[in-house]
């Protein structure tokens, strides 16, 4: 150990350098010297011609040989280890990538945003390689990178603007306003403090700090973090700005980190871009489903209502051949008694017997009232069916004073056989609602008029929102089995052969119906009948 550190100061002190003594046993001529011809046309240099030879010789040489060839490639890898450089080439990257996948929705800020990227990472990459071969000074670069990267700020504002608010103020005048205002900040601030050095990067300062609370305010507007995240990107610069004046940083020293918070910035700007643009892409899918989803039950319900529409006409169209067969049938009995007692008139005339015909023409003139009347029903039919009713206050106990004065030209004991509970006030048709008086109490005094003791009561009850009206007599009554067939037109019961339509319970129904009610029949036979029928406190006519 001790010979090996007197070697290295020789080494170290040429002055005390004295040459080994020759060993005996070394090779000698060619065959000592043909590792150094090697060595030569290698391009390296021997290690013997470096350091004298010894038995540590070789050893120390190794360090300055490593060290050697660390200066070689010393250039290359300070160049792709520039800080400059690696942004240049990741931000060109991210603008590109930001292009590449621009829909027709995102494109009018997208081509700001990517634009500004290119601009700026292609623009840092050439002045930083054209730098480094030495074609242009860093004196010369600088101011050249300053106004590109004006072009690229104006730019990234420029889709932010596009991005955040679409309907406000077009992203080019944004651009324009970047571009020419910071140059007249900046010849004002140079203009004011004598030329200060500064004043290119205190105006970008104030540029980013005017970005950073427009964006803070869209955070309070919107409520999207992502637009706090980048207010506070913004301030980088600025703080950045603020650290180089407070150590006394040079312009030169100032460029060259300049590059990290920027660059920082645009690749949270991209990110947190697309994250918004995803977000926008996701929920909008949503919505897509929730639409597809309504539009599929909405297509079901239409077929279900088509399907039921369709079932309905069909009922109706069925019901109308129906219908028209009754009423053909029951209009044709008239008709064809009238002509068989036209005849008999006829031929009593002709024989002179004036008693025969005089009683065959009162037979005529019952069957043409019996026709006329059931015409007169099918046209009460036709108007409740025709459209919706026109509710109005309607006193039932005045309707009933009326009613009983025009049946008592027919049923001259109608005032004394009807007794009225007070009448209530009710919100209905009152045309509608007099045919549904004067037919239940018609039919009472009609099909009871046999009795001396007839008694017919109505009254009306509250019933869970609705009035319930009840007309109850004492007459004949009918089989309670066949109590659904009253309501049908052209119906009667065997109990009830007392002439008529067969078309005024129909009416009377259909009438209630519109209104929003329901209507119903009790009877036991010998023990009188109860028809009773609702209608809503408020008005709720069913067009």
Not at 353 to 372: D, H, K, V
Request: aromatic residues 6%; charged residues 20%; glycine residues 10%.
């Amino acid at each position: 150990m001790k010979s090996m550190t007197r070697e290295v100061m020789a080494l170290r002190s040429p002055a005390s350098f004295q040459p080994p003594k020759p060993d005996p046993h070394a090779p000698t001529g060619p065959a000592r010297e043909a590792p150094n011809r090697g060595l030569a046309l290698s391009g390296r240099l021997p290690y013997t011609a470096q350091v004298a030879p010894g038995r540590h010789g070789r050893k120390l040489a190794e360090p300055k040989r490593i060290k050697e060839e660390a200066a070689v490639t010393h250039p290359v890898l300070s160049f792709f280890s520039d800080i400059r450089i690696l942004s240049a080439i990741l931000i060109a990257m991210l603008g590109m990538t930001f292009l590449a996948h621009a829909s027709a929705r995102s494109w009018p800020y997208v081509k700001w945003l990517a634009g500004s990227a290119l601009v700026f990472g292609v623009t840092q990459g050439l002045l930083v390689s054209a730098d480094a071969l030495g074609w242009i000074s860093g004196e010369v670069a600088g101011p050249v990178g300053s106004a590109m990267g004006l072009g690229a700020l104006a730019a990234l504002l420029a889709g932010l603007q596009a991005c955040f608010t679409p309907g406000g103020t077009p992203p080019s005048r944004v651009f324009a306003a970047v571009l020419v205002g910071a140059p007249v900040l900046v010849v004002a601030m140079s203009g004011l403090m004598d030329g200060w050095a500064f004043a290119g990067p205190a105006a970008i300062a104030l540029i980013f700090t005017a970005a950073a609370c427009w964006l803070a305010w869209l955070w309070t507007r919107d409520g999207w973090g992502g637009q706090l995240v980048l207010a506070v990107l913004c301030l980088g610069y600025p703080v950045l700005f603020v650290v180089a004046m407070l150590s006394d940083m040079s312009l030169l020293q100032f460029r060259q980190v300049t590059p990290l918070p920027v660059s920082i910035a645009y690749v949270f700007v991209m990110t947190l871009i697309l994250q918004r643009d995803s977000l926008i892409l996701a929920r909008e899918l949503r919505e897509r489903v929730r639409a597809e989803q309504a539009l599929q039950q909405l297509t079901d319900s239409l077929e279900e209502i088509v399907r039921s529409r369709t079932r309905q006409l069909e009922e109706i169209i069925q019901g109308l051949r129906s219908f028209a067969g009754m009423v053909s049938h029951d209009l044709r009995g008239p008709l064809r008694n009238t002509a068989g007692l036209a005849d008999l008139a006829l031929e009593d005339y002709r024989a002179g017997n004036t008693a025969g015909a005089e009683r065959s023409l009162e037979l005529i003139r019952r069957e043409a009232q019996r026709a006329t009347d059931m015409v007169n029903d099918l046209l009460t039919l036709a108007k409740v069916d025709q459209g919706p009713p026109s509710p109005e206050a309607v006193d039932m106990q005045a309707l009933l004073r009326e009613c009983l004065q025009s049946l008592a030209v027919q049923f001259p004991q109608a005032p004394e056989a009807v007794q009225a509970a007070p009448l209530p006030v009710v919100q209905a048709d009152a045309g509608l609602m007099r045919h549904v008086l004067m037919n239940l109490l018609g039919n009472a005094l009609k099909f009871g008029a046999e009795r001396r003791d007839l008694h017919i009561s109505l009254d009306a009850r509250e019933e869970g929102g609705f009035w319930r009206f009840s007309v109850a007599d004492n007459g004949p009554g009918f089989d309670p089995d066949k109590s659904g067939e009253l309501f049908k037109p052209f119906s009667r019961l065997d109990e009830r052969q007392a002439g008529g339509t067969g078309l005024g319970l129909t009416v009377v129904k259909r009438a209630v119906e519109r209104h929003g009610g329901t209507v119903g029949a009790w009877s036991s036979p010998g023990e009188g009948a109860a028809f009773w029928w609702t209608l809503p406190m408020t008005a709720a006519p069913q067009g």
